[in-house]
C-alpha cells in the first residue's frame, strides 16, 4: 500500500524533565503518515516520558508536539481533549482488568465516548478482535489467555475509537520470540489494512529492523538525540559509536 510521507506528528525544540531534572531536550522529528515509528534508545533515556509527551499524559517543559500542524500543548484543554480520543494507547503491560471479559475491556472506551446501545458495543468489540486474531475469544478474561494474546487484547482496546494514531509502548516486552514475532506481524498488517500512524517505543531489535521505517535515537548521556531515520540505514551507515553499537549488539 502507498503511505502518503506528509508529516502527521512533528516535534520540535521538545525538552522534558521532572522538577529540576532534565529527561531530553532540544528533540526535533516528524512522524510521517502511515509510519510505523520507532522510539528508541538504552535503559533510562525517556523512550517512555516521551510517549506520554506525545499522547497529553505529561506537559513538556519546552517546545511543542503538533498533530495536523495544531501544536496540542498550545491548544485549549477541550481540543486537546478531542484529539486525544484519536489516539489508541497500547500500555506496556496491557493494562488490561482482570475483572471484565475482553469485549468488556474493549467496551469501556465505547460506553464513555459513544451513544452506541450495549448490543453495538459488543458487535463493535467482537469485529476488533478479530482484527487481532482474537474472534470467539469475547468472553474470555485476562487470566484465561496466553500472555501474547493479552497483548493482542490491548491492541483491540486501543483500536476501540478507530484511531488516527496507535501508540505502542514495549509491545513485546515480556513475549517469546515466536509470539514477539506474531505481534510484529500484527503490527505490520494492521498498517497496511488501516494505514494508521504508529509509534512505538522499543529496545527489540528484531522489532525495530521488522517493522520499524522511521525511527528517533534517544541518548541517555547527553540527554538529547542523536540519530532519526530508517533504523536499518543508521544501522549499516551512520557513523555515530553509541548508534551503531545499539543497532548491532549482538551481532
Known sequence: MSRDRDPHIVVSDLSMAYGEFVIQRHLDFSVNRGDIFIIMGGSGCGKSTLMRVMVGLKAPSRGSVAYHGRSFWDAPEEERALLMRS??????????????????????????????????????????????????????????????????????????????????????????????????????????????????????????????????????????MVASGDPKQLRDEYPDPQVRAFLTRGA
Open 87 to 224: 489516539f489508541g494507547v497500547m500500555y506496556q503491560g496491557g493494562a488490561l482488568w482482570s475483572s471484565m471479559s475482553l469485549a468488556e475491556n474493549i467496551g469501556l472506551p465505547l460506553g464513555e465516548y459513544t451513544d452506541l446501545s450495549a448490543a453495538q458495543i459488543r458487535e463493535v468489540a467482537s469485529l476488533k478482535l478479530a482484527l487481532v486474531g482474537l474472534a470467539g475469544f469475547e468472553d474470555f478474561t485476562p487470566s484465561e489467555i496466553s500472555g501474547g494474546m493479552r497483548k493482542r487484547a490491548a491492541v483491540a482496546r486501543a483500536m476501540a475509537l478507530d484511531p488516527e494514531i496507535l501508540f505502542f509502548d514495549e509491545p513485546s516486552a515480556g513475549l517469546d520470540p515466536i509470539s514477539a514475532r506474531r505481534l510484529d506481524d500484527l503490527i505490520l498488517e494492521l498498517r497496511e489494512s488501516l494505514n494508521t500512524t504508529m509509534v512505538i517505543v522499543t529496545h527489540d531489535l528484531a522489532s525495530i529492523f521488522d517493522i520499524g521505517d522511521n525511527s528517533v535515537f534517544l541518548d541517555a548521556e547527553s540527554r538529547t
